[in-house]
């Protein structure tokens, strides 16, 4: 697909509110506080378009300079979509589907399953946090607290709608390639924990007739190399906004920031 059709499907989005540039923190997770939170930074669902590379670097291991400074198209259209929305100063919001409706509204069973498989654990709901403040942030489902130790951990809780669903989560090794890897990188920086409990609920027989049973979960660990490549990537997206927004195209912005960046020396 060419970059300005990609570029036109963003735009032609459903535009629901306009408000100030702002960075506060709350509780809930979509709310309207919450999608103007995210206004305009890279968050933790958006950062694996970020960190996109071409192919050309697709077999060099993050933490290279050659790699870091690789953004694809891919990538180029995330920066170009926070970019616009810092410019329009407008949170762009899809309308759900039925998946997206069934996930959210089931969030507290799932936590209850979680919960009950962990009884030495406490959760506490942590609303959007930033990693970078006024560039990138992410929106943990909470952050667990061990009863006994004290130690602390974060958790990320899915719903999957088939049995393919659960085996790409919970089977794949969680390393770059699976689906969330990135997300879940960015919630562990929000939250400065090493770990995350990562739960997923197994499937309904109807999404319109919810009757979640069961929740498999897995923790998985921080990885530094993987985290410092994220910030590096965002710290350039910030940058390129910045040319953006004070006249470059999108292109020239993400290759002028890429040659300025020092942060890899």
């Not at 943990?140 to 004290?150: F, M, N, Q």
């Not at 997206?237 to 002028?256: Q, S, V, W």
Request: glycine letters at 6%; a negative charge.
């Amino acid at each position: 697909m060419e970059f300005d059709k990609i570029i036109q499907e963003h735009e032609d989005k459903i535009i629901v509110k306009t408000s100030p540039f702002v960075a506060e923190s709350s509780d809930l997770q979509r709310t309207e506080e919450w999608f103007l939170q995210r206004l305009g930074r890279f968050t933790g669902s958006g950062i694996k378009n970020l960190m996109k590379t071409s192919r050309s670097t697709s077999k060099i291991e993050w933490g290279r300079a050659e790699k870091i400074l690789d953004f694809s198209d891919t990538a180029i259209k995330y920066v170009y979509e926070k970019a616009m929305e810092r410019k329009r100063q407008k949170v762009i919001r899809l309308i759900p589907s039925l998946a997206m409706k069934y996930g959210t509204e089931q969030e507290e069973v799932v936590v209850d399953l979680f919960l009950d498989k962990s009884y030495h654990l406490t959760i506490k709901n942590k609303g959007f946090l930033e990693f970078i403040p006024g560039v990138a942030g992410a929106s943990p489902d909470g952050l667990l607290t061990d009863k006994i130790t004290g130690e602390k951990f974060g958790y990320e809780g899915k719903c999957a709608t088939n049995w393919d669903a659960v085996f790409l989560r919970m089977e794949k090794p969680f390393e770059q390639s699976h689906q969330d890897f990135w997300q879940i990188q960015a919630e562990m920086l929000a939250l400065k924990v090493k770990s995350l409990y990562y739960c997923t609920a197994e499937p309904s027989e109807s999404l319109l007739e919810p009757n979640i049973t069961d929740v498999q979960f897995k923790k998985v660990d921080a990885s530094e190399i993987h985290q410092q490549s994220l910030i590096h990537r965002c710290h350039i997206g910030n940058k390129a906004i910045e040319l953006f927004l004070d006249g470059e195209n999108i292109f020239n912005a993400i290759d002028k920031a890429c040659t300025d960046y020092d942060g890899l020396n």
